[in-house]
């Protein structure tokens, strides 16, 4: 299974309602350009033949019982980023999935773990800063500052 992704340069986490989606994008002609919106942005990247990397479910079990979920209130998007206990435990996960060496595993290198919901902001890209190496932010914030 090493390295089976062999052109993939960027792993999006999109939070949308109770779920996270972990997917992937490829090199391709339409995205060569390191700071251009084909690139970066989600709603450009192939979902009709969305690439699943990691079983999101067997990652992020229950999680919604580690924020003090309760069954009359369902927590926004943005109430979750802003949730102190939902952040910690979404960045622990991520950094402990790049630590224990499986993006680089699968990628053949380190990538870029980009969080968002279905916008991109200041707030959320911080999240994103805290995931990775600098050097693997350069491009998207880039791109992020221009768009």
């Not at 998007?77 to 699968?106: A, C, Q, S, T």
């Not at 773990?113 to 998207?140: Q, S």
């Amino acid at each position: 299974m090493s390295n089976d992704v062999k052109n993939g340069y960027a792993l999006s986490l999109l939070i949308s309602g109770k779920n996270l989606e972990l997917d992937y994008n490829e090199e391709s002609e339409k995205n060569k350009d390191l700071i251009s919106e084909e690139r970066w942005n989600y709603a450009f990247w192939d979902q009709v033949n969305s690439k699943k990397i990691f079983n999101e479910k067997e990652i992020f079990i229950d999680w919604l019982d580690y924020i003090d979920y309760k069954k009359d209130k369902f927590y926004s998007i943005k109430e979750l980023i802003y949730h102190p206990v939902f952040k910690k435990i979404l960045i622990n996960v991520l950094n402990d999935i790049r630590n224990e060496g499986i993006i680089k595993d699968k990628f053949g290198k380190e990538v870029l773990i980009i969080i968002h919901d279905l916008e991109y902001y200041d707030d959320i890209n911080a999240l994103t800063k805290k995931v990775n190496e600098k050097e693997l932010l350069t491009n998207f914030f880039i791109w992020y500052k221009n768009f």
